[in-house]
């Protein structure tokens, strides 16, 4: 005997899914209530199906390795727990009722602002009401935890993987703390450092950053759909999770592991345009191609827009993304797509101000302007800037960068440099067709002769691409 309003609500609800998705979501709440395995299951028909935590937790560990972390199962079911149905007493004890799925998974999954955030603040605390800096903050680690987590286990890294990617436990703190640091007060003053943790938020507070950081919404979708295996493999509305990770190239079977970590890629992905975010082709690695600024021009010129990462020795991580093909010439090239990033020990991005248009820089072996990699800033004073003379650079913006407002990125002003990845971003330009597979020792015999004084001639002849590698990839 449903109340008019319960059904007409519940209705509504499951208007928004599709048949076949209402059917996926039946099929699993199916699973969940019968798993329960209660004394009462008998008596199943007769009293309403309902799910229990322990079902859920049941439901995640029936596999060797669980799909969500533990955190994650549970505060799924207190957002589950913390629908209220019209005409029932709020708070049903422990069970979920059928409602209360379809509702939540109808509010998250489809839902606005609006109505995603009570579920949320009760999935950041049971208890409800303002919520502390720091119980945000560890929602938000586990919501990254969970994502990097369920991709891994459900193989859709597209190519990436915990193996060949830096631990992402630092990528996780990182990642959460940029997402953080939109967490507006109402006078829209923006607590931060240990201030941020003990200050109190209320639920306008948290649906407006929710509303302005994307992210939440899209990290909630990927750990419904794909933790609790529910409409994943229907076309999606939305691309947002499409390209949330791009398909990576070039790495596989070469024994590096990426300076990037999966929270610093779904990241610096997003700030992509939109048709660079499918997939990352590794172009250098010094690593892999030795460290040497010739071979770096080599693999990098004219192969379309990139990701430039830096480590410095200690340990910093930073870069840039150059919207245009590297040209070597002695002037300023690319457009205000162009931005600077760091990764570590923050991660965040930085966008054109305006200021002036020193976009990227790329020039080699001129007598009159100075030889090397940069971006932003002017000669001498580049927000990021990787000397011909290998292995120096400098990240000089006191107090920022006049092109992309960028803060120093590396440890020290003056630094040097440990390793360093170029991607190539997108599909690439028909011009880097088979041509582009030239190495520079084919075109240039100066700078052979040269390396072979140097005594890297073996090393380098050792270095040419395998031609089929990007076809083999897939």
């Not at 990528?171 to 953080?180: D, F, H, I, N, T």
């Not at 759909?225 to 229907?234: A, E, F, K, T």
């Not at 770096?296 to 430039?308: D, E, Q, S, T, Y």
């Not at 966008?351 to 020193?358: F, K």
Request: hydrophobic share 35%; proline share 5%; with cysteine.
């Amino acid at each position: 005997k449903m109340g008019n309003a319960e059904s007409n609500a519940y209705q509504n609800h499951l208007s928004r899914f599709l048949p076949e998705e209402q059917s996926d979501i039946d099929g699993l709440f199916d699973t969940l209530s019968g798993s329960s395995g209660s004394a009462g299951a008998k008596n199943a028909k007769a009293a309403k199906k309902t799910v229990t935590l322990a079902a859920l937790q049941a439901r995640q560990s029936a596999h060797t390795r669980e799909p969500l972390p533990g955190p994650m199962t549970a505060r799924l079911y207190n957002g589950m727990k913390s629908i209220d149905l019209p005409g029932k007493s709020s708070g049903l004890g422990e069970q979920i009722a059928k409602e209360q799925f379809v509702i939540f998974m109808s509010n998250l999954l489809k839902g606005n602002a609006d109505e995603k955030i009570s579920i949320i603040m009760r999935m950041i605390a049971k208890t409800g009401g303002p919520l502390k800096g720091k119980q945000i903050q560890e929602f938000t680690e586990d919501l990254i935890t969970s994502v990097v987590h369920v991709l891994s286990y459900r193989k859709e890294l597209k190519g990436w993987s915990l193996e060949n990617t830096r631990d992402s436990s630092s990528g996780v703190k990182a990642l959460a703390s940029e997402l953080l640091s939109e967490l507006k007060l109402p006078d829209g003053t923006k607590p931060v450092g240990s201030q941020l943790l003990e200050t109190n938020f209320d639920q306008s507070v948290i649906e407006d950053w929710v509303y302005r950081v994307p992210q939440i919404s899209v990290f909630l979708s990927v750990v419904i759909r794909q933790g609790l295996h529910v409409l994943h493999s229907l076309p999606d509305q939305t691309n947002d999770i499409l390209n949330l990770v791009p398909h990576c190239k070039g790495i596989k079977g070469r024994g590096v592991v990426s300076l990037f970590d999966i929270p610093a890629i779904i990241y610096i992905n997003s700030h992509l345009p939109a048709e660079m975010q499918h997939k990352w082709q590794l172009l250098f690695s010094s690593r892999l191609h030795g460290e040497s600024f010739s071979q770096l021009c080599a693999h990098i010129v004219n192969k379309g827009p990139c990701i430039v990462i830096i480590k410095d020795v200690d340990g910093f991580l930073f870069g840039g993304f150059a919207s245009h093909s590297w040209e070597v010439k002695p002037q300023f090239q690319g457009d205000n797509r162009c931005f600077l990033f760091s990764v570590f020990p923050t991660l965040a991005v930085y966008t054109y101000t305006g200021y002036n248009d020193h976009y990227m820089y790329l020039n080699h072996g001129q007598q009159t302007m100075p030889n090397g990699l940069g971006m932003g800033g002017q000669h001498g004073y580049f927000g990021l800037w990787i000397d011909s003379d290998y292995g120096k650079g400098h990240s000089k913006a006191k107090p920022r960068c006049t092109t992309y407002n960028s803060p120093q990125l590396s440890a020290k002003e003056d630094f040097t440099l440990d390793a360093m990845e170029v991607w190539a971003v997108g599909d690439a330009p028909e011009s880097a067709g088979r041509k582009g597979k030239k190495s520079i020792l084919d075109v240039d015999p100066q700078a052979q002769a040269l390396l072979e004084m140097a005594g890297k001639s073996r090393q380098s002849e050792g270095l040419r691409e395998p031609v089929e590698e990007d076809e083999a990839e897939d």
